[in-house]
């Protein structure tokens, strides 16, 4: 044979091994084929340069009564398996960083199905599906000579306030920003310049007013210009600088498994699955969503048959809506909305912010059912122990109850506001509650059973420092007094969140401020009369807690606003921790942070945007990563973070892009089935859940994380 001819059946021979090293039934060829089952569906993804790893693979069906989305991340050799699927037809595609999303396939379980991965052709289509972070980080931050009063940004407002408003103590507080949705302006908002549109569309619906107060009154208006040019950048093709990385190590062991849940109009803030003190409670029974002030429908999901129901809470005929002052949403739009117009879409009265289940299958939420005035056992002139001391007039969220197994519901009229609920670890189950501003509000709920006196069964306390250090309590100065060396001092210094500490009987809290601070509080024999109180103000380069939890040796986690994961152990601080000295700075060393992953804005030094909501400690390794490991909401992360062994480990929502949640709940449904029986549960809390990928007609999300010991495992 001639060698031209051989050369030719050379490339011949080459075209056609390419071919069939592509060709989607092929590709198992290549790499060990994985054992499947009739409940899972597994094979190859391979793109150009060989086998993709750590790309994900999606499968979604609208066969079953909710959406159902199951995603799973390829090993080493691109192999993939998606497990224990529910009966239905789904459509399977894969989407990974660098790639555009494959073509989707229609498969059943008990299927091999390969898939073919073609890489972006330029940065531009990459970025579609980077995280929010990564565009948001575009944002450009005044320069330090823009401070200080030397602008138009008010001269009270540090770079870290500035910071801090930018991220979860304002814009990221409700919103993801930085998805498609927000780094583009809508038509109806196109008219002028990009600062313009800004101004109008924060003015939009009834977080309007909310959001105007922010921008244009606390900080001037100065920030529209600012996100008018990130806009206009990203509207003239301007793209990240930085790339995310592929999931690595455990993250290609997580298994993600979404449901829609709630109503393409109103959001979800939050869900409850079981007892934080004992995560067996509830064991494959429904979740049970919050969906604070957009309605008084309260979602349920059975995930095992998957199928969402609704519980209406009711409220007595004088019970206001929870919109309007006093609240962060306004009773109608502002401006009308580029999705929905002038239709009001949130209308609670029961407003049901957050939710905890109980030892005993109840549901206990921070909400409410009676108008706003007090009982008069509340206020001055009563005789209760904890009125005596601090008497309160009105409440505008209390706490109420379901009990699942009898259908009963029952409105409490607690004296203190509520905002977070938590059960302390003693003997009377006693219910903390943040919320309550000048107080900490509690119910013995022991006592509130046997005998059904809510106003015996509860109590709150002022927040009294030990300034004159001699161990107990005494009278005090109020806030705004100097210190008197004969007194304590009462501060001010509400509880976000609440967080009872197993180590010592000790209740804690986030106080949500700038630079902001942790509270500690022991309750004492009788808490109106002896708790004594404890700040620890957060040092530089920290600054702004929200959401907060504590492990087992009573180390307080906290999601930052300057882009950490801050902790803080009492253990370390080597001064006095009472007295004169102990008012808020007498700490640092108590301190550390852990940056955030993601890019940074740029020109302010290394940092994260991350702007985390809030921070949850898995006390009982119902997730698989081993006890007492922190984990956040990665808000701009598309996921949940967790932080291992000096190591953030991301837990990323790949679809639909904007995952957002606002906290976190785990539940172990069999402690004897491995990595099937443990898992987190928690939802898609953005207030706009139509700015997600999908856009108007999205539905809020649950979501289930679990940790296979291998991508491939079933």
Same mark, same amino acid.
């Given at each position: 044979?001639?060698?031209?001819? &051989? ?37 190859? /993804? ?9 790309? %994900? ?18 090993? *080493? ?36 199905? *390969? ?75 196109? !008219?002028?310049?990009?600062?313009? =549109? ?17 921008? =244009? ?30 999931? !690595?190590?455990?993250?290609? +062991? ?34 049970? @969503? ?49 999705? %929905?117009?002038?239709?009001?879409? %949130? ?88 919320? @309550? ?22 109590? %709150? ?22 210190? *008197? ?32 601070? /942790? ?34 040796? @009573? &180390? /307080? ?20 921790? +009472? ?27 290394? +940092? ?12 009982? +390794? ?6 007492? /490991? ?15 062994? @000096? ?13 957002? =949640? ?53």
């Amino acid at each position: 044979m001639r060698h031209s001819a &051989v050369a030719r059946l050379a490339r011949g021979l080459l075209v056609a091994a390419s071919m069939i090293a592509t060709a989607p039934g092929a590709l198992a060829q290549t790499a060990s084929a994985v054992p499947i089952d009739d409940a899972s569906i597994s094979g190859v /993804v391979r793109g150009a340069g060989g086998p993709e790893a750590g790309v %994900w693979v999606i499968a979604e069906t609208r066969d079953l009564p909710v959406r159902f989305i199951r995603i799973v991340v390829t090993d *080493d050799e691109g192999r993939y398996l998606l497990p224990d699927l529910p009966k239905a037809a789904y459509d399977v595609w894969v989407r990974g960083y660098g790639l555009i999303d494959s073509a989707r396939q229609r498969a059943t379980p008990g299927t091999r199905l *390969d898939h073919v991965a073609s890489p972006a052709p330029d940065a531009s289509t990459a970025a579609k599906v980077y995280p929010a972070i990564h565009w948001y980080s575009m944002l450009r931050i005044p320069a330090a000579d823009q401070f200080g009063g030397k602008s138009d940004i008010p001269a009270g407002i540090s770079r870290e306030r500035w910071l801090h408003q930018m991220k979860s103590a304002g814009c990221v507080g409700c919103h993801q920003l930085g998805q498609l949705s927000t780094r583009t302006i809508p038509p109806a908002f196109a !008219e002028g310049s990009h600062a313009d =549109a800004w101004m109008r569309r924060v003015q939009s619906g009834q977080a309007g007013e909310q959001m105007v107060n922010q921008l =244009a009154g606390l900080l001037g208006g100065a920030p529209f210009a600012y996100f008018g040019e990130w806009t206009e950048r990203v509207a003239k093709g301007e793209t990240p600088s930085t790339a995310p990385r592929r999931p !690595e190590g455990v993250e290609r +062991n997580v298994v993600v498994t979404l449901r829609d849940w709630m109503n393409e109009k109103q959001y979800l803030h939050d869900l409850i699955a079981s007892d934080r003190r004992h995560p067996t409670v509830n064991a494959y029974g429904p979740l049970y @969503g919050s969906p604070e002030y957009s309605s008084d429908d309260i979602p349920i999901l059975d995930p095992v048959r998957n199928v969402a129901t609704t519980f209406r809470l009711p409220v007595s005929p004088d019970t206001p809506e929870a919109l309007g002052p006093g609240h962060a949403a306004a009773a109608e739009p502002l401006q009308p909305s580029a999705y %929905w117009g002038e239709e009001k879409l %949130w209308n609670s009265r029961a407003n049901n912010h957050n939710s905890m289940f109980d030892r005993l299958g109840r549901v206990w939420m921070a909400a409410t059912g009676h108008r706003q005035e007090n009982p008069d056992f509340c206020r001055k002139g009563s005789d209760h122990p904890s009125a005596k001391h601090f008497p309160l007039e009105r409440t505008n969220r209390r706490v109420t109850m379901l009990d699942p197994k009898t259908g009963r519901y029952t409105a409490f009229q607690t004296c203190f506001q509520t905002h977070h609920l938590q059960f302390g670890y003693d003997a009377n189950d006693t219910l903390w509650t943040s919320g @309550g501003g000048a107080v900490v509000g509690w119910i013995n709920t022991r006592l509130l059973d046997e005998t059904g006196d809510i106003a015996k069964a509860q109590g %709150w306390t002022a927040m009294v420092l030990d300034t004159n250090g001699n161990g107990r309590r005494d009278d005090y100065v109020e806030p705004n007094q100097p210190l *008197d060396p004969t007194k304590d001092k009462r501060i001010q210094a509400g509880f976000y969140a609440v967080m009872p500490s197993p180590a010592d009987g000790s209740i804690w809290g986030t106080n949500f401020s700038f630079p902001g601070a /942790v509270v500690r509080i022991a309750p004492g024999s009788n808490p109106p009369e002896t708790a004594l109180a404890e700040i620890y103000n957060v040092p530089l380069p920290g600054f702004g807690p929200r959401g907060g939890d504590i492990d087992k040796q @009573g &180390v /307080v986690w906290v999601s930052l606003s300057s882009g950490h994961l801050g902790s803080f152990d009492r253990r370390k601080c080597r001064g006095p921790l +009472n007295g004169p000295r102990a008012t808020g700075d007498h700490c640092p060393e108590g301190w550390s942070f852990h940056q955030y992953p993601g890019p940074g804005f740029q020109g302010i030094g290394e +940092n994260s945007a991350e702007s985390s909501y809030y921070t949850w400690v898995d006390q009982h +390794n119902t997730f698989g990563l081993g006890e007492d /490991v922190p984990m956040s909401t990665g808000n701009l992360n598309d996921g949940l973070i967790a932080f291992k062994d @000096g190591r953030m480990v991301v837990l990323r929502v790949p679809y639909p892009l904007g995952f957002y =949640a606002k906290g976190f709940d785990g539940r172990i449904d069999d402690p004897n089935a491995g990595w099937k029986g443990r898992g987190l549960w928690t939802t898609n809390g953005d207030r706009t859940p139509w700015l997600i990928e999908g856009g108007k007609g999205t539905r809020p999300l649950t979501a289930h994380f679990q940790l296979r010991p291998d991508p491939l495992a079933r």
